[in-house]
């Protein structure tokens, strides 16, 4: 063999090993079969393996799928989940060990010779999701006798899409109430009966993710009946609602048309601090965790409360004012999620006196549970000697060296720093008779010590 004749052959061979393969990545269906996947615009479809002209002459080496079938709606690979939105052209064609098929809900078209020449397929379920049936996409399906179809209005589908299929052998189920726009469209009624099987309905389920979790009790039932429905975590994860907020599980649910649950399971990590009404968590605390709106999505109490999926939760603002802000400040100004408690403070200078808040209450400190937005002022004056007014009169000073501040006071003395705005600096427990500090910068500060009146301090 010349050397030119050995690189052609070469060449030819590194082609057809690159030609070989026509998918992106496989998956094992629930029935057990390979199904061969390739991204697409919403998610991925199901495609026949090997690049040849003519499917039905051979697979290239690739095991033609056998026995019942089903593709599921959403599928899983390195940690994603996508939804299958169409089983492609000749993606099965030739496969005449096949003998059932059921689509899952997410399945949206089936393309042109799909399952053509699927010799030994009896019976067809379509999902409520499927809108488009292509030429010949059941071409010569010779055994099938019943197809079943879970969509209310009839799918766009080819008038050869049963093309050389005995149809006036084989019965159609569909919807309950959805016989008559079945018997007016075409192919449609050309099937030997239409009919709603006694209003035989699909409880539908998914997960949020493959990974975390299942869910069992989805399948055919009769309109109206009761189903239960369990939610199984996986390994290291746990099961946190459903999608419609429900936290019951197992639950019972009431099979209707269209109906679908989707069951939330989040893992048990320590990556992300999960976003929750309180700052300290305790072990079998209630957690709410909200869905960006003023609802709860769900409500959970676990060992763990950290979790890699964390939602932002409504905001709402506590706003303290002063009546006169020379005769004392406020603490506490923020914006929180809702339903955390404040801690807000009056602040009387020295010589004035804390007189109580506008909605009544005269506790200071307080804690604030702000369920909502809030305005509260604190009312300030001249001290005129009432009893509890001016603080719990303790004794305190302060000294300035440089930018070094000491406050002389009680250990124990819960010992506060502040701008002149209000906004909270520093606050610690006296732990001696002499607490010193380092102010960060020159300027005017207040200094409170327990709840006597704040005193200015000037640092140069």
């Given at each position: 063999?010349?050397?030119?004749?050995?690189?052609?052959?070469?060449?030819?061979?590194?082609l057809?090993?690159?030609?070989?393969?026509?998918?992106?990545?496989?998956?094992?269906?629930?029935?057990?079969?390979?199904?061969?996947?390739?991204?697409c615009?919403?998610?991925?479809?199901?495609?026949?393996?090997?690049?040849?002209?003519?499917p039905?002459?051979?697979?290239?080496?690739?095991?033609r799928?056998?026995?019942a079938?089903?593709?599921?709606?959403?599928?899983?690979?390195?940690?994603?989940?996508?939804?299958?939105?169409?089983?492609?052209h000749?993606?099965?064609?030739?496969?005449?060990?096949?003998?059932?098929?059921?689509?899952?809900?997410?399945?949206?078209?089936?393309?042109?010779?799909?399952?053509?020449l699927?010799?030994?397929?009896?019976?067809?379920?379509?999902?409520?999701?499927?809108?488009?049936l292509?030429?010949?996409?059941?071409?010569?399906?010779?055994s099938l006798?019943?197809?079943?179809?879970?969509?209310?209005?009839?799918?766009?589908?080819?008038?050869?899409?049963?093309?050389?299929?005995?149809?006036?052998?084989?019965?159609?189920?569909?919807?309950?109430?959805?016989?008559?726009a079945?018997?007016?469209?075409?192919?449609?009624?050309?099937?030997?009966?239409v009919?709603?099987?006694g209003?035989?309905?699909?409880?539908?389920?998914?997960?949020?993710?493959?990974?975390?979790?299942?869910?069992?009790?989805g399948?055919?039932?009769?309109d109206g009946?009761?189903?239960t429905?369990?939610?199984?975590?996986?390994?290291?994860?746990?099961?946190?609602c459903?999608?419609?907020?429900?936290?019951?599980?197992?639950r019972?649910?009431?099979?209707a048309?269209?109906a679908?649950?989707?069951?939330?399971?989040?893992?048990?990590?320590?990556?992300?601090?999960?976003?929750v009404?309180?700052?300290?968590?305790?072990v079998?605390?209630?957690?709410?965790?909200?869905?960006?709106?003023?609802?709860?999505l769900?409500?959970?109490?676990r060992?763990?409360?950290?979790?890699?999926?964390?939602?932002?939760?409504?905001?709402?603002?506590l706003?303290?004012?002063?009546?006169?802000?020379?005769?004392?400040?406020?603490?506490?100004?923020?914006?929180?999620?809702?339903?955390?408690?404040?801690?807000a403070?009056?602040?009387?200078?020295?010589?004035?006196?804390?007189?109580?808040?506008?909605?009544?209450?005269y506790?200071?400190p307080?804690?604030?549970?702000?369920?909502?937005?809030?305005?509260?002022?604190?009312?300030f004056?001249?001290?005129?000697?009432?009893?509890?007014?001016?603080?719990?009169?303790?004794?305190?000073?302060?000294?300035?060296?440089g930018?070094?501040?000491?406050?002389?006071?009680?250990?124990?003395?819960?010992?506060?720093?502040?701008?002149?705005?209000?906004?909270?600096?520093?606050?610690?427990?006296?732990?001696?008779?002499?607490?010193?500090?380092?102010?960060?910068?020159?300027?005017?500060?207040?200094?409170?010590?327990?709840?006597?009146?704040?005193?200015?301090?000037?640092?140069?």
């Amino acid at each position: 063999m010349s050397l030119r004749k050995g690189l052609t052959a070469i060449m030819l061979l590194l082609l057809c090993a690159l030609r070989a393969a026509a998918y992106d990545f496989s998956s094992t269906a629930p029935t057990g079969q390979t199904l061969y996947l390739t991204y697409c615009t919403g998610g991925v479809k199901v495609v026949y393996p090997a690049n040849t002209a003519v499917p039905a002459q051979g697979w290239n080496g690739y095991v033609r799928p056998t026995g019942a079938l089903a593709i599921p709606g959403t599928v899983s690979h390195d940690g994603v989940s996508y939804t299958v939105v169409a089983v492609e052209h000749h993606a099965f064609y030739g496969c005449n060990g096949l003998t059932a098929l059921t689509l899952g809900e997410g399945v949206a078209a089936v393309r042109a010779n799909a399952f053509g020449l699927c010799t030994a397929l009896n019976a067809i379920t379509l999902p409520s999701t499927v809108d488009s049936l292509g030429s010949s996409a059941f071409y010569n399906c010779t055994s099938l006798q019943m197809v079943t179809v879970r969509r209310a209005a009839p799918p766009v589908t080819a008038t050869t899409a049963f093309y050389d299929v005995p149809l006036s052998a084989v019965a159609l189920v569909v919807p309950c109430g959805c016989v008559a726009a079945y018997t007016a469209a075409s192919p449609w009624s050309s099937f030997a009966t239409v009919d709603d099987a006694g209003c035989v309905v699909t409880v539908a389920t998914g997960v949020n993710n493959l990974q975390r979790g299942s869910v069992s009790g989805g399948g055919d039932y009769a309109d109206g009946a009761e189903v239960t429905l369990t939610a199984t975590p996986a390994e290291g994860c746990f099961f946190a609602c459903w999608g419609d907020g429900d936290t019951i599980n197992p639950r019972v649910v009431t099979a209707a048309a269209g109906a679908r649950y989707v069951a939330h399971f989040f893992p048990y990590v320590h990556d992300t601090l999960l976003v929750v009404q309180t700052d300290t968590l305790e072990v079998h605390d209630t957690v709410r965790i909200y869905n960006g709106g003023t609802d709860t999505l769900y409500v959970v109490q676990r060992d763990t409360l950290r979790l890699t999926d964390t939602v932002q939760p409504p905001l709402v603002t506590l706003t303290l004012v002063s009546s006169d802000p020379w005769r004392g400040i406020v603490v506490g100004n923020a914006t929180v999620p809702v339903g955390t408690e404040i801690e807000a403070v009056a602040i009387p200078m020295d010589g004035d006196a804390f007189y109580g808040w506008s909605d009544g209450s005269y506790d200071n400190p307080r804690r604030i549970s702000v369920d909502g937005d809030m305005v509260l002022t604190a009312f300030f004056g001249e001290y005129e000697g009432i009893d509890g007014a001016a603080g719990d009169g303790t004794a305190w000073s302060a000294t300035v060296d440089g930018r070094r501040l000491t406050v002389h006071c009680g250990a124990g003395e819960t010992v506060r720093l502040f701008d002149m705005q209000g906004r909270s600096l520093l606050s610690v427990n006296a732990s001696s008779e002499a607490t010193t500090v380092v102010v960060p910068a020159a300027g005017a500060y207040l200094v409170s010590v327990g709840t006597a009146p704040a005193k200015r301090i000037l640092i140069e």
